[in-house]
């Protein structure tokens, strides 16, 4: 678990100058280049879902990697987010930024009142209290008439004039999305060099002696938990968007909970770009899977063999697999 | 003078056993308060309901002015009061550093993540840990944990600090170099409530002692008055009879 610290170096200087903060916009410049240069649609979406899962597993580090506790329904937010975003759109014609930003504020809202209550409990029951409560959004979704119930809701294809057509719109939804993704790995960062997040980084060691030494640990928690919402929710409405449509068992499918869960382990919890290395990885490995004969229907069956074999053999996941061979990485890659 | 911290009619329960049994205390402003009794007396009990572990059962716990009693630990530690633990708690990934900025941030100046590592570092200065600011706590030895405790604490620059059991476990040159410590920090004017099985030391330390036993109060004085109180020799050592065949020495 030696991923939390913090070059002394590194603290003195401002978040600008540190060579991390490029790093971030340099990941952002070459996720908004390579499609874009040859108009590589395939390598688009093979980014997309890149981008998406990096966005995921930085915001549940928040949770996991800095205050220690296991968001195991983080994909509540992701699938409120996107319903509401699509509901806005398409039965009160608001338009997409505006969509957007409110599916952000209200999931926000929303997971500050559960987190309120739920992150009473430590451990497992915790773990569990979040699968609850995205078994129970799934549930209301599912019996919300105006959100169309169990059939869901499809999107009208004219949503998409506004943004200069379908193919236009699917590259608009991309850059956004990189944005969305850009933003969470700045989030993370900022919050990581922050008083408020050497107080989530005291919880997640011992949140009784965090408490002691002064945290507000019942606050404090609440707040990354809602914050870790925002973000999530803004790139769920994005994604549900593009694909024009939205039902509940897509929305807040629990395998994509898990595989963020696994990202955020397999990168290395704590650390930044751990979340967003192991992101790409596994979407890589995805794909790879989907399409080779052998394996395409056991995608989820590495996705648990790597997750035990991460635990076991490498608990710090490759950043910290990479921190114990070079420790100079820990001032570049934070 | 004033009292610091003034504790009345403090009552605990665990279930059946009364841990703590309508317990009443005051400590000066830069007095050093001992707090001692046999094992299980409920010393640590006290220290957990002066600083919002516990909720007492009955009575109340002011500090500075503000009453505390039921109030959780991180609102008690703004208000200057900090503690160290007898059973170390350290933030174990992070750095000796990282640890006391922790305690710098979070206390009673709420201090600027840049504020606090400069209070952080003259904390660690003054328990002589500041060679090993950026070494993580799980790599210290017990006495470099037991020293990063006080540490912790002080980079909250209390009003008033609880010290339990600082030297338990500690060889004769780490108590020695820990009670100089101790010293150091009363000097600057810090107000101490200190618990701790080595006589030697706490006799030596201590304005005024409180005996425990049983949760209740059994005796309080100067250290000379207390070390001689039979009540106080009879409960540590359990028979009314030697203790009579000491004093009679």
């Known amino acids: ?334 | 003078m004033t009292a610091l911290l003034v504790v009345e009619n403090l009552t605990k329960r665990f279930g059946g056993l009364l841990a703590v049994d309508k317990l009443s205390f005051d400590i000066e402003t830069h007095e050093i308060l001992g707090l001692i009794g046999p094992n299980g007396a409920g010393k640590s009990t006290v220290f957990n309901l002066v600083n919002g572990v516990f909720a007492a059962d009955e009575g109340r716990v002011v500090f500075d002015g503000h009453d505390v009693t039921g109030m959780p630990p991180y609102r008690i530690a703004h208000l200057g009061l900090a503690r160290t633990h007898q059973i170390v708690q350290p933030l174990t990934a992070m750095t000796v550093l990282e640890n006391c900025t922790v305690g710098a941030c979070f206390g009673r100046e709420n201090l600027s993540i840049s504020r606090a590592r400069e209070a952080a570092r003259e904390a660690a200065e003054l328990v002589d840990l500041a060679d090993r600011l950026s070494v993580t706590a799980a790599q210290l030895t017990i006495a470099g944990k037991k020293r990063l405790e006080l540490a912790r604490a002080l980079s909250a620059r209390p009003t008033l600090l609880l010290l339990d059991e600082v030297l338990a476990g500690l060889n004769p040159t780490e108590v020695e170099h820990m009670i100089g410590v101790m010293r150091r920090i009363r000097e600057r004017g810090v107000t101490i409530l200190i618990i701790e099985h080595l006589m030697q030391a706490i006799m030596s330390l201590s304005d005024r002692i409180v005996v425990l036993n049983s949760g209740r109060k059994l005796a309080e004085g100067k250290p000379a008055e207390v070390a001689n109180n039979p009540a106080v020799v009879e409960a540590y050592l359990g028979d009314p009879a030697l203790a009579a065949e000491l004093h009679g020495h």
């Not at chain 1, 919300?144 to 869901?152: K, M, Q, R, T």
């Not at chain 1, 008083?195 to 945290?215: R, S, T």
């Not at chain 1, 967003?276 to 890589?284: I, R, T, V």
């Open chain 1, 1 to 334: 678990m030696t991923v939390l610290q913090v070059p002394a170096t590194a603290q003195r200087a401002t978040l600008i100058g540190r060579p991390f903060f490029w790093i971030i916009a340099l990941v952002i410049a070459v996720f908004a280049a390579a499609p874009t240069i040859g108009n590589d649609v395939e390598l688009r979406e093979s980014l997309l879902l890149a981008a998406v899962y990096i966005t995921l597993a930085s915001n549940l580090n928040i949770m996991l990697g800095y205050c220690g506790y296991i968001n195991f329904g983080s994909i509540v937010f992701f699938g409120l987010g996107g319903y509401i975003t699509v509901y806005l759109l398409n039965t009160r014609g608001w338009p997409l930024g505006g969509a957007l930003l409110a599916a952000g504020f209200a999931v926000s809202a929303l997971a500050l009142l559960f987190g309120l209550g739920i992150l009473r409990l430590r451990g497992a029951f915790f773990a569990l209290s979040t699968i609850g409560i995205n078994e129970a959004v799934q549930a209301f979704a599912e019996n919300f008439e105006p959100w169309g119930g169990s059939a869901g809701i499809y999107l009208s294809t004219e949503l998409f004039q506004p943004l200069g057509g379908p193919a236009r719109a699917l590259w608009i939804i991309y850059y956004l999305l990189v944005g969305v993704m850009g933003l969470s790995l700045y989030l993370s960062y900022a919050i990581k060099n922050s008083k408020f997040g050497l107080g989530l980084l005291a919880i997640g060691q011992n949140e009784d002696a965090a408490g002691v030494l002064g945290v507000p640990t019942p606050f404090y928690k609440a707040i990354a938990y809602s914050i870790s919402a925002f973000l999530p929710a803004i790139a769920g409405g994005l994604y549900f968007f593009k694909s024009a449509f939205i039902q509940p068992s897509d929305a807040f499918d629990l395998t994509l909970s898990t595989e963020a869960i696994v990202i955020v382990m397999l990168g290395g919890q704590g650390s930044i770009a751990g979340p967003a290395l192991g992101a790409y990885l596994y979407e890589e490995l995805r794909g790879w899977l989907l399409t080779s004969e052998t394996f395409a229907n056991f995608q989820l069956v590495v996705a648990g063999t790597l997750l035990l074999a991460i635990v076991l053999f490498t608990p710090g996941g490759l950043m910290g697999w990479l921190y114990g061979r070079w420790p100079r990485l820990r001032k570049v890659l934070e």
